[in-house]
């Protein structure tokens, strides 16, 4: 089975411009979550969706960072406008329903903010 | 909040080591507690969970046993090898949602000398 595809894997941005970041997560999944990972905050959740729900977004986040589910299959995550600070390595991971199932990571999407 | 510390930093070890990294957490009830492993360019990878006390999660030769009296979940190893170079992420289920969030340690670095 196919795990968690991110595209692109490396995104260089100027600062003020939008990015889409893309997820898929593993088919029969309902569960979906976007992430920032830094060095020095670690991995720090932006968005929870279940079944295409949104379930939880980031406070810190919510102003710039928009996550969709378009369908069950497929996930973007929008910065708009980016900032320098943005720089970081984005994740997505994918889980199935049912509390303490784990989850199942994508490779990642590294941004770079100029 | 529900909350997790690990041992911060990087811990440097030679092959046949004996590796422990500390995880401690707060949440009431029995919260689900995870290990994670992530190597350079992917993201993390699921290792193995407990869910009640006393229970022992293990995979690859590492374990770790769920001890509510302490409120830890420390991960262990026997002897360590250069392969296990990697970052070692401590989570937590959360309870309330039923759902699958975690919340995730710092990470800690691994590294092991040949």
């Known amino acids: 089975d196919a795990g968690v595809t991110q595209t692109p894997r490396h995104e260089v941005a100027e600062k003020g411009q939008t990015i889409i970041l893309k997820c898929e997560p593993v088919?029969?999944?309902?569960?979906l979550f976007w992430y920032r990972q830094t060095k020095i905050q670690g991995l720090e959740l932006l968005s929870y969706f279940r079944s295409k729900s949104l379930m939880e977004d980031g406070g810190a986040f919510k102003d710039r960072f928009k996550a969709e589910m378009l369908n069950s299959s497929f996930s973007t995550l929008k910065i708009q406008p980016t900032e320098p600070k943005d720089s970081a390595v984005y994740l997505c991971?994918?889980?199935?329903?049912?509390?303490?199932?784990?989850?199942?990571f994508g490779p990642g999407t590294r941004l770079t903010v100029l | 909040g529900d909350s997790v510390t690990q041992t911060e930093g990087q811990v440097a070890l030679s092959e046949e080591d004996f590796l422990t990294i500390h995880c401690n957490y707060s949440a009431s009830g029995y919260p689900a507690l995870f290990w994670y492993v992530q190597y350079p360019g992917e993201g993390p990878q699921f290792l193995f969970r407990a869910s009640r006390d006393k229970e022992k999660g293990s995979s690859r030769g590492f374990e770790a046993t769920y001890d509510k009296g302490t409120t830890s979940f420390h991960l262990r190893k026997a002897s360590v090898q250069e392969s296990d170079s990697a970052v070692y992420y401590c989570a937590l289920g959360d309870q309330g949602s039923a759902g699958n969030k975690l919340t995730f340690g710092i990470g800690t670095r691994v590294l092991v000398r040949p």
């Open positions: 088919s029969g999944h309902n569960d």
């Open positions: 991971a994918s889980s199935l329903v049912g509390g303490r199932s784990e989850q199942f």
